[in-house]
C-alpha cells in the first residue's frame, strides 16, 4: 500500500508535513495548492509553499513533496509546472478538487468538473511542459453538483496525459460531508488506464481496508484521517496501533515548537486549535484541552496548558 498525505489548505504545511512524515508511513506528501492566475510565479513563492525543494524536494524525514498547482488557464498553468520541475519538485499535481466558493468563484478547483474539455485543454498543456519521467497527476472529485460526469472527466484527465488521477470520493456539493462514495472510484477505474488513489473519509485501518475494497485502489490518500490519528498511515499499513494519547500530547508540544519560532508564529494558536479539533474526534483528552485553551490567545499560556495534559 501506497500512502500520500494530502494538501489542505491553511493546514498541512511544511511544519504539519515535517511532523507528520517523522511519525512515518507516508511514501508522498502533495503542497497546499498554489493559485495560477496570469504570470509566471517568482521561484520565492515555490520555496514559500515548499520549503522543502532546498533538501532536493524531501521532508527531514525523506518523504518526496509534491508541488500542487491550481488555475483555469493551460498556458500559465503549463509555465509554473516547468518552473516548478525545475526547482525540483517531485512531480506536479493540478487541483480539479478544491470546494472553496473563492477559488471556484474565479474558475478554479472543482467548478472545473463541469467542463471535461477545459481539464483535457489544461492536463494536455502541463503535460506538454512537464518532461516525461516526471510524474503529473491530478485530483478531482466525483463532480461538482452530481457524478454525471466523473468518467468523462476522469477520461479527459488520462487521455490528456497524466501519470495518476487521484479521486476524493465526493462531490463539490458534498463537501465532507460522510459517507465517501468509494464505490464510484471502482465504476471510474472501469474506464481510464491510468492509476487511481482513492481519497475520502479514511479515518481507521478499518475505513482503509473497506474504502480499498470498494474502490478496487490498492493506494490512498489521507487527509483529516491523518489529522485525527498522527500515526493513522502506520496503522492502515498494519505496522502500529493507534497512538496514545500521552505520545500525542509529545507530538502537540513539539508542534508548538515548530510554529513558535517559525516565521509563522503568529498562527499559532488559531492553528494548535484547529489540530485540536481534529483530534478530538479520537481523543477525549484533546477535546479537554480545547476547552482549557478556546479563550486563549497568547501562545506561551496555551502551551503551558498542553504541557500541563
Given at each position: 500500500m501506497h500512502i500520500t498525505l494530502a494538501p489542505m489548505e491553511g493546514v498541512v504545511d511544511s511544519l504539519m508535513r515535517d511532523m507528520l512524515t517523522r511519525v512515518g508511513g507516508y511514501d508522498l506528501c502533495v503542497t497546499e495548492f498554489i493559485r495560477i492566475v496570469d504570470q509566471l510565479l517568482p521561484k520565492r513563492v515555490f520555496h514559500r509553499y515548499c520549503p522543502e525543494l532546498e533538501n532536493g524536494a524531501l521532508t527531514p524525514a525523506g518523504t518526496p513533496v509534491k508541488i500542487q498547482l491550481l488555475g483555469q488557464d493551460p498556458d500559465w498553468l503549463a509555465e509554473n509546472?516547468?518552473?516548478?520541475?525545475?526547482?525540483?519538485?517531485?512531480?506536479?499535481?493540478?487541483?480539479?478538487?478544491?470546494?472553496?466558493?473563492?477559488?471556484?468563484?474565479?474558475?478554479?478547483?472543482?467548478?472545473?468538473?463541469?467542463?471535461?474539455?477545459?481539464?483535457?485543454?489544461?492536463?494536455?498543456?502541463?503535460?506538454?511542459?512537464?518532461?516525461?519521467?516526471?510524474?503529473?497527476?491530478?485530483?478531482?472529485?466525483?463532480?461538482?453538483?452530481?457524478?454525471?460526469?466523473?468518467?468523462?472527466?476522469?477520461?479527459?484527465i488520462a487521455?490528456?496525459?497524466?501519470?495518476?488521477?487521484?479521486?476524493?470520493?465526493?462531490?463539490?456539493?458534498?463537501?465532507?460531508?460522510?459517507?465517501?462514495?468509494?464505490?464510484?472510484?471502482?465504476?471510474?477505474?472501469?474506464?481510464v488506464d491510468i492509476d487511481i488513489v482513492a481519497n475520502g473519509e479514511i479515518w481507521s485501518a478499518s475505513d482503509a481496508l473497506e474504502c480499498q475494497h470498494q474502490s478496487n485502489c490498492q493506494n490512498i490518500m489521507l487527509g483529516r484521517g491523518a489529522l485525527a490519528l498522527p500515526n493513522l498511515a502506520l496503522v492502515a499499513k498494519g505496522y502500529d496501533s493507534p497512538m496514545e494519547w500521552s505520545i500525542v500530547r509529545q507530538l502537540l508540544i513539539a508542534y508548538s515548537g515548530f510554529e513558535l519560532y517559525s516565521d509563522k508564529g503568529k498562527y499559532f494558536p488559531n492553528r494548535v486549535k484547529q489540530w485540536l479539533g481534529y483530534l478530538s474526534r479520537q481523543y477525549q483528552e484533546a477535546d479537554i484541552l480545547f476547552r482549557k485553551i478556546r479563550a486563549l490567545q497568547n501562545a506561551k499560556d496555551i502551551l503551558a496548558c498542553i504541557e500541563e495534559g
Open positions: 509546472a516547468a518552473r516548478a520541475i525545475d526547482l525540483g519538485s517531485y512531480g506536479v499535481d493540478l487541483n480539479f478538487g478544491c470546494p472553496a466558493k473563492t477559488v471556484n468563484k474565479s474558475k478554479g478547483g472543482a467548478v472545473l468538473l463541469k467542463e471535461p474539455d477545459s481539464i483535457f485543454q489544461i492536463v494536455s498543456r502541463v503535460r506538454s511542459a512537464v518532461p516525461k519521467g516526471h510524474i503529473l497527476s491530478a485530483k478531482m472529485r466525483l463532480g461538482f453538483d452530481d457524478c454525471s460526469l466523473a468518467i468523462d472527466n476522469a477520461q479527459a487521455a490528456a496525459g497524466a501519470d495518476l488521477l487521484v479521486i476524493h470520493a465526493r462531490t463539490k456539493v458534498d463537501g465532507y460531508k460522510p459517507p465517501a462514495y468509494w464505490d464510484w472510484i471502482a465504476r471510474i477505474k472501469q474506464h
